[in-house]
Every structure is written in structure tokens, then in C-alpha cells.
């Protein structure tokens, strides 16, 4: 008998669910990109470019071009982080979707593998939205928007793999908007996305380049303007998988213990 | 297999500081059907969790098909299934994929995991709802879905923790039914229930659990011969009076339980208490004679209800 690996059929129940609801999404996967990229590239863009040294700034790019890229990987983390927090809480306390896996073969790890697997997809799916819409514009129609598929995923799995641990523990809800309004936002705006962080102050610097996004955003960019160089890519790379691998070996003690109850 | 199917010797489980099974000795034989009865908190569904494999032995030993949890609780949960308490489901998917994707999580390929589902459904009489989201269906609907879904793997075994509790008596009747044919099939049956009625329409052999212990042990029939009579007398008097009533009646039958809303009368020939009650001028504002059954063994044992 052919076996599929054990995450993989935890991932096909998400998917399951998934696709009773994916024509609600969709349309929001491309009209707020749309939005985003008509209203702060081409709005605020227009402002900035008359700058009289902002090509220097941004390092020769326009505004737009140096904001749409970013999207695919803020994209990435919202969407994951979204992934992370109602749905792992969810699964432990109402739906006990994970109590039912775990009275089967599947093992904690392997659910937990399964879950992350299910972020990754969702972020993916998101970032293939974005990188459509970015095809509608010259600055950004780029054979390097297919790399940045991966690089999304691999951004939102940095966050929402930690996410989840930490949701794991959780009783209640009520703390997950202000991991919203205090972690997601603030990132969102001092990651590197809307301005390049050398604008911060000195000792912010440092904080944002350890975070996943500022790297999520550095390969997004670079894989878009065709500007990706083979040591850079590697650095980033490595620090979103530390900060993935760190998080899943979190998330099998948290699932284990919280299973066991 | 020889031998027994589950085995435990002096099984503990402690949360902290608080002890939830205490030192219980119980033995499955394969093909029986075995019941833990007793009320909330006594320590049956910790038990069946450390048989799911799920939460750890604290101490003692535990073996399910010979084998132990601690070392191969997968090879366990991949003969065994599973009827949880609360319902699992996932309200949004339709009756028929619940079933499947269960069936995947044991790895049974998708096709099989179909052909599976369909005659599952038909078992439990939902060949109809395959199609319908689970979310709407009544509360009996959702635990034969639940039951059809344990047995997606074709288990040995089959846990079952309260499996009607919260039902309607139709429903209830239609799950004992499903239960008793999957008993004709060989499958051996580990049932809690808080249900005199379940333990004695279900259960082969029982053990009365209270606070973590085992109280007794024997086929409904041995419990109820053990700890009480062929009959009994329930007597009711105005509210409140129950008490002083029943002073007058103590040396009648073998035995007099005075319980908040009524007297309870245990003797062998219910109607001849009933005579004696009133030969002593006692008129009660109803009187009933009924077969002992196992919430009397339990009362007994423990001075308190079931069902409280």
C-alpha cells in the first residue's frame, strides 16, 4: 500500500475546508493588492518620486517599484499570521479537530508538521495572488515574481510557525488582537516595506533586520528586480528558516503536552 | 490473540496534586463488551484516555492488544477507535468527507477511504446525509456519524466515553441497536456511561467506579444479585416529610434508603412491603414496585446517585 506522509494528510483536511471557502477569498486576494498598490505606489509614489534625491534614497528604483514587492512578503505574513492564531485555538478547543488526529496514528509532531505545511499553502496562495497583480505593471512584470512564491511562503511560515506555539498555549482568544496591534502592525510598518530602514533611527536598525520580515521583504525585491545575489539570498534565507525551525521545535513540545491533557 | 485484549494492574493517573484513577485492576477479554459506570468525576474517562493512548500512564501497567502505550501507542491507536465524549466533527465539511479524510489520517488510501465511507454510512443509516454539511444534523445524527467514523480503520477495539449522553430515547435505541451489531461482529466494546439503562442493555461485564477506585465488579445481573434486591419500593411522600415518614418503616424488607424526593424500600416481593407499609397505617402519595437495577447497586455502594 502507497503511504502519503503524515503532514501532507493532515494538510488535505485544511485544504478540505479550504475549498468551501476560497471563492471569498479570492476576490480579496486581488482587489486589495489593487488597492494597495494604486493607492500608496501610484498616490504616494508620485509625491516621493519628485523628491530631489529620491532615486538615491531607494536605490534607483521608483516608489512604486520599491513598495510593490514588499507586498508579496507583508502579504505573506499576514495572511500566515491570520492562519496562526484563531485557527490553532480553534482546532484545540472547539472544533477538537486536533484531539481527533491525535486519537489516530498521527503523532503531535506530525500534526504540527501537517498545520505548518496547511500555513505555508495559504501563504503561497495569497503571494500568487500579489505577484498577479504586480504582472499588470511594467516596473514589476518579472519572471522573479515566480521565486517569490516560495520566498513568500517561506516568510509567512517565520511567522506563523512561532505564532503558533505561542497560540497553542492559549485558553482564550482575547490576547490575539493585540498580538495583531502590537506585533503584526508595527512590523508591518518598520520592516522595511514602505521605506528602506537606513531612514530609521540607528539603534531601530539592528531590530528590524532581525525580524523575518525585513528579510522577507530584501528577497521579495531582490527576486523581482532581478537584483539577487547568491550570499545575501542565503542570509535571508537561513535566518526565516531558523526562525521556522525554532518554532516548530516549540510547537511539538506545546502540542504534545497540550494533547496529552 | 490470546490473553486479554486490555490489562491494567494498580493503573494511576494524577493531574498534580489531585489523583483521578487510583490504583484500578481491570481485564478485557477480546469480543467482550466492558463498561465503566459511574457518575462525573469518578475517573472513567481519564481512564479511557490512558487506554486511547493518549494521555500517559502515571503509574502501574497498562497493555492493549499486549502491547504498551508508552512504547507503541501508534501500532495501538491504528487497531483502535475512537468515540469521543463531544462530538469531533468538522461542522462545515459534508458527512461523507468527515469520514474520508478520518480515514486518511490512518493512511488508508483515498479510494479505499470511500468505499469504506459508504458502507460505514449505510451501517449507521445516513446513506442519505452523505452529501449534507454535519453542522445541521440533529444531535443523534452527529454521534452515528461519530460512531461511523470510529470504525473508518476497521478497529479490534472501540472506545466509547458517554456515547448518548445528551440523546433523545429514539436516538438512543438506535445507537444501542448499531453498537450490539458491531458486538455480533467481534468487535470489543469499552463503554463509560453514568447510565443504568446503557450499562445493562450494553455492557457484558462492569465495573462501578467512584472517586478513582473500583467499587465492584460482575455482569449487570451478578451486581445487582451482589448489592440488592429482586425489587424495590419507591415510596413518595408530601415534600420534606420523607424523612420523619419513614422511621415507622425501617425493619420492612431487607433494607430503607431515604433519598431527598423519596423512600426506597429494598425487598424481594415488592407488593408484600407495599402490604406492610400500609398495614402500619402509612399512606404514601404514590407507591411504586420495580426490578432492582444498577442505580441501586451504585447507591448502595456508594450512598450517592448517579446522576446528581
Known sequence: MLSTPAPVRVWEHNFAVYRRIWRSNVLGAFVQPLLYLLGMGL????????????????????????????????TAMMVSSQEALWPVIEAFMWSNSYRSMAATPLSPGQIVSGVALWQATRAAIAVTGVAIVLTFFDETRSLGLLLTIPFGALTGLAFSVPLTAWSSTRNTETSFPSIQRFVIVPLFLFGGAFYPIDQLPGW????????????????????????????????????????V???LAVCRITYARRLAE | MSGPLISARKLVKRFGDFTAVDGIDIEVAPGESFGFLGPNGAGKSSTMRMIGCVSPVTDGELRIFGLDP?????????????????????????????????????????????????????????????????????????????????????????????????????????????????????????????YMDEAEQLCDRLVV???????????????????????????????????????????????????????????????????????????PESALVRRSSLEDVFLHLTGRSLVE
Not at chain 1, 206 to 235: F, M, N, Y
Not at chain 2, 79 to 99: A, F, K, Y
Open chain 1, 204 to 243: 531601530m536598525q539592528p531590530i528590524a533586520k532581525a525580524t523575518p520580515l525585513w528579510h522577507g521583504v530584501q528577497l521579495c525585491r531582490d527576486a523581482v528586480l532581478h537584483r539577487l545575489e547568491l550570499s545575501d539570498t542565503l542570509a535571508h534565507v537561513g535566518v526565516l528558516i531558523a526562525f
Open chain 2, 209 to 283: 467506579m467512584d472517586r478513582g477506585q473500583i467499587a465492584a465488579e460482575g455482569s449487570p445481573r451478578q451486581l445487582i444479585e451482589r448489592y440488592s434486591t429482586r425489587e424495590v419500593l419507591e415510596l413518595r411522600y408530601p415534600a420534606g416529610t420523607n424523612e420523619a415518614r419513614s422511621t415507622d418503616l425501617v425493619d420492612i424488607g431487607e433494607r430503607v434508603e431515604v433519598l431527598p424526593d423519596r423512600v426506597l424500600i429494598y425487598a424481594d416481593d415488592g407488593e408484600a412491603a407495599l402490604s406492610q407499609v400500609h398495614a402500619r397505617g402509612s399512606y
Open chain 2, 70 to 194: 508508552a512504547t507503541d501507542g501508534r501500532q495501538i491507536r491504528a487497531r483502535m477507535g475512537v468515540v469521543p465524549q463531544s462530538d469531533q466533527l468538522d461542522g462545515e465539511l459534508t458527512v461523507e468527507e468527515n469520514l474520508v479524510l478520518y480515514g486518511r489520517y490512518f493512511d488508508i488510501p483515498r479510494a479505499e477511504s470511500r468505499r469504506r465511507t459508504a458502507e460505514l454510512l449505510d451501517f449507521v443509516q445516513l446513506t442519505d446525509r452523505a452529501k449534507s454539511r454535519v453542522e445541521p444534523l440533529s444531535g443523534g445524527m452527529k454521534r452515528r456519524v461519530t460512531i461511523a467514523r470510529s470504525l473508518i480503520n476497521e478497529p479490534e477495539l472501540l472506545l466509547l466515553d458517554e456515547p448518548t449522553t445528551g440523546l433523545d430515547p429514539q436516538a438512543r435505541h438506535i445507537l444501542w441497536d448499531r453498537l450490539y451489531r458491531l458486538k455480533q461482529r467481534g468487535v470489543t466494546l469499552v463503554i463509560t456511561t453514568h
Open chain 1, 245 to 247: 525551525v525554532a518554532g
Open chain 1, 43 to 74: 498616490g504616494v509614489g508620485a509625491l516621493v518620486d519628485r523628491g530631489t534625491n529620491s532615486l538615491e534614497l531607494l536605490d534607483g528604483l521608483s516608489y512604486f517599484a520599491f513598495i510593490a514587492p514588499a507586498l508579496l512578503a507583508t
